[in-house]
């Protein structure tokens, strides 16, 4: 039973992203351009998603466990450091200028469109150099 | 390339409310946070064990959009709005800067906003501010968007 959740929890995020109009780069860049051609669809998305969630994870944290694990795998970091705000910074710098994050990206190669193909190569070349250059 | 869109409540509050529970499926099943950036990287970097479930979710995240696009057709006027060059600065940024920044849209803005957390909370104002201030940069400043 464990894999088929995992396997519904990727289909159903990969289907909110589609239907949500996420995977259109344009949607979230107009979403970030509140001084001009401002589409506020994602703040739904958002908003809708945590409507779903922050009720949902007060009543799975009663819980003792996860259904199918033996503890809840949870941030236990409470610091605000730099790497947080330089990461968040640099992120957005990335969003913006292509309209992509990284559920987006992934989805968005299903229009067989090259340069989203290149968007995600350079993604995960980004999270590889960070691995061993930034954290070795 | 500036491409205008239009506003779409109904679909982004379906969209967003499925995501949301896919994020509660997954923490409810294995305990897990649905942040993409961290599911991504994980898949390719970790060992086995902490791969799979990883894999098992991203193949899932495929099959899942390909039949939402087959039925709403939602990818069909889909293109990319940058040119290559922009398109592999700004792959580098998004790779490099979730992974230290810890999380991404998912990860920061949806569960670590719905657990209350401080860092997700700064994180998310942050990137969506220097999100905002980069497209005020590139279509107001330079003009046509890059």
Not at chain 1, 77 to 96: N, Q, S, T, V, Y
């Amino acid at each position: 039973m464990k894999p088929w959740f995992v396997g519904l929890a990727g289909a159903l995020f990969g289907a909110g992203i589609t239907v949500s109009g996420m995977a259109n780069p344009a949607k979230v860049q107009n979403f970030l351009d509140v001084a001009g051609s401002w589409d506020p669809s994602l703040a739904l998305v958002m908003g809708a998603a945590l409507l779903v969630v922050t009720p949902g994870f007060f009543f799975v944290f009663k819980m003792s466990a996860p259904k199918y694990a033996e503890a809840f795998a949870l941030p236990t970091r409470k610091d605000i450091d730099w790497k947080l705000l330089l990461g968040a910074l640099l992120f957005g710098i990335g969003w913006a200028l292509s309209g992509l994050c990284p559920a987006p990206a992934l989805v968005a190669t299903l229009t067989g469109v090259s340069g989203f193909f290149i968007f995600l190569l350079a993604m995960v070349a980004g999270m590889i150099l960070y691995r061993f250059v930034f954290e070795s | 390339m500036v491409v205008e869109t239009v506003f779409t409540p109904v679909t982004a509050i379906i969209g967003g409310a499925m995501i949301g529970l896919a994020a509660l499926v997954l923490m409810w099943s294995i305990g897990r946070i649905a942040g993409i950036s961290g599911i991504v990287a994980g898949a390719i970097l970790e060992a086995e064990d902490e791969r799979n479930w990883r894999l098992l979710f991203l193949a899932g995240l495929f099959v899942g959009a390909l039949i939402a696009s087959l039925i709403t057709g939602a990818l069909d006027d889909v293109s990319s709005i940058a040119s290559t060059p922009v398109l592999i600065v700004a792959g580098l940024l998004v790779g490099i800067g979730t992974r230290m920044g810890g999380g991404c849209t998912s990860g920061h803005g949806v569960c670590g906003i719905s657990r209350f957390s401080q860092r997700s909370i700064v994180a998310t104002t942050v990137f969506m501010a220097s999100g905002a201030a980069t497209v005020f940069v590139i279509r107001h400043l330079f003009g046509e968007g890059v």
